[in-house]
């Protein structure tokens, strides 16, 4: 597709070194780096496991927890399993009326959390040029 049509609207645009920086290549060492970077008190995901049972486990479920991430960034295909989110609403008053009366939380797959973490760390350092500050 060319997307050349497009230049007059964009506002902001990557030059080539930067939009690399996005596409370039996942390795296995910043999938650990990562995981490893989640706080451990965060709440677990909604299969059940916490950052911390990641991290205690690694030896031995590196390479189970690795390749699916690797395969979103290649293929840009998750399992479903790692995409299924829990919503739920947590009370901020005694007496509830209304939503606002509730405080929403998402519990996310481990996995999830990993590959949003890393599409965030490739975006930051871009964001002021890709966003217009009024």
């Known amino acids: 597709m060319d997307i050349r049509y497009l230049r007059p609207w964009a506002r902001h645009v990557l030059i080539e ?14 999938v650990k780096t990562t995981f490893f970077d989640i706080a451990e008190d965060k709440s677990q995901g ?25 395969e979103f960034f290649i293929h840009g295909r998750i399992l479903k399993q790692v995409n299924a989110t829990l919503l739920a609403l947590i009370p901020k008053v005694q007496s509830l009326v209304t ?4 405080r929403p939380i998402s519990c996310c797959n481990v996995l999830y959390k990993a590959i949003t973490k890393i599409i965030v760390q490739r975006l930051w350092p871009l964001l002021d040029r890709m966003i217009n500050p009024t």
């Open 99 to 102: 939503v606002v009366d509730f």
């Open 46 to 70: 909604s299969d059940g496991y916490s950052t911390g049972f990641y991290k205690t486990a690694w030896p031995i479920i590196s390479e189970e927890v690795t390749t699916p991430v690797m």
């Open 17 to 30: 070194d930067e939009a690399s920086q996005l596409v370039m290549s996942i390795i296995r060492g910043e």
